[in-house]
């Protein structure tokens, strides 16, 4: 089982980036995603998630507006398309599968992929 995020980079404060995470070894359609973040020196904090069909979506205030999840099952992939970049949005975002929708606690999720670092200059 594995998931890979990909996407990250060094961008413009401003500009927009997108990042994808491919799954391999398990459906993502039985489960219901979500994205985290983690900068240095702080606690891996909630994004957005959204649910098995991708009806249902939620985001975390600091992101609402400049940030879009979405799902594609047939390609058993996960987008997070964010734009308006701050540089406070740098650091290593993960993708996360698990059973509950929405839950902001990444305890709740079964599997991470790796990261992906994400460095907005100003």
């Known amino acids: 089982v594995q998931l890979q995020a990909s996407g990250g980079g060094l961008v413009q404060a401003g500009g927009p980036l997108r990042l994808s995470c491919a799954a391999s070894?398990?459906?993502?359609?039985?489960?219901?995603m979500g994205w985290f973040r983690q900068a240095p020196g702080k606690e891996r904090e909630f994004v957005a998630a959204?649910?098995?069909?991708?009806?249902?979506?939620t985001y975390a205030d600091s992101v609402k507006g400049r940030f879009t999840i979405s799902r594609d099952n047939a390609k058993n992939t996960v987008y997070l398309q964010m734009a308006s970049l701050k540089p406070e949005d740098t650091a290593v975002y993960y993708c996360?599968?698990?059973?509950?929708?929405?839950?902001?606690?990444?305890?709740?999720?079964?599997?991470w992929g790796q990261g992906t670092l994400v460095t907005v200059s100003s």
């Open positions: 996360a599968a698990g059973n509950q929708y929405g839950s902001r606690w990444y305890k709740e999720y079964h599997y």
């Open positions: 070894g398990l459906a993502l359609s039985s489960y219901a």
């Open positions: 959204i649910s098995w069909g991708g009806s249902r979506t």
